[in-house]
């Protein structure tokens, strides 16, 4: 038994490793920086203003908050679907019970007026 389990063995766990990556950035240092323009003659910045430094570390802390705003929002909308899908179910399965409750109660009804009708037919 030793030798044809160690050929093939019944039993065994693969590793199984779990990448998720998301859409957006995580991580302010992985996002690419904005790099200054070379000064010369033949250069941009006789044509546009010189960037300030409070607008380049501003750029990517609102692209990295509306990447948020957006996974976040992705995340509800995906959770909203899930929460419908689940309560649209619910909702068939109860029509569907009550449906069925109905149909019973006619049912009902008919046999006990078939059987009220059969016990006036016996008193007679």
């Given at each position: 038994?030793?030798?044809?389990?160690?050929?093939?063995?019944?039993?065994?766990?693969?590793?199984?490793?779990?990448?998720?990556?998301?859409?957006?950035p995580?991580?302010?240092?992985?996002?690419p920086?904005?790099?200054?323009?070379?000064?010369?003659t033949?250069?941009?910045?006789?044509?546009?203003p010189?960037?300030?430094?409070?607008?380049?570390?501003?750029?990517?802390?609102?692209l990295?908050?509306?990447?948020?705003?957006?996974?976040?929002?992705?995340?509800i909308?995906?959770r909203y679907?899930?929460?419908?899908?689940?309560?649209?179910?619910?909702?068939?399965?109860?029509?569907?019970?009550?449906?069925?409750?109905?149909?019973?109660?006619t049912?009902?009804?008919?046999?006990?007026?078939?059987?009220?009708?059969?016990?006036?037919?016996i008193?007679?």
């Open positions: 038994m030793v030798q044809s389990f160690s050929q093939t063995p019944p039993v065994y766990s693969s590793p199984t490793v779990v990448s998720q990556t998301t859409p957006y995580t991580d302010l240092s992985s996002m920086m904005p790099m200054p323009m070379p000064m010369g033949n250069s941009y910045a006789n044509v546009y010189p960037i300030e430094r409070s607008n380049e570390s501003r750029i990517p802390e609102d990295y908050r509306e990447s948020i705003r957006s996974a976040v929002l992705d995340k909308i995906k679907n899930e929460i419908v899908e689940t309560k649209n179910g619910e909702m068939n399965s109860l029509k569907k019970t009550e449906q069925d409750l109905n149909d019973g109660q049912k009902i009804e008919l046999l006990i007026n078939n059987i009220q009708q059969q016990q006036s037919i008193k007679v």
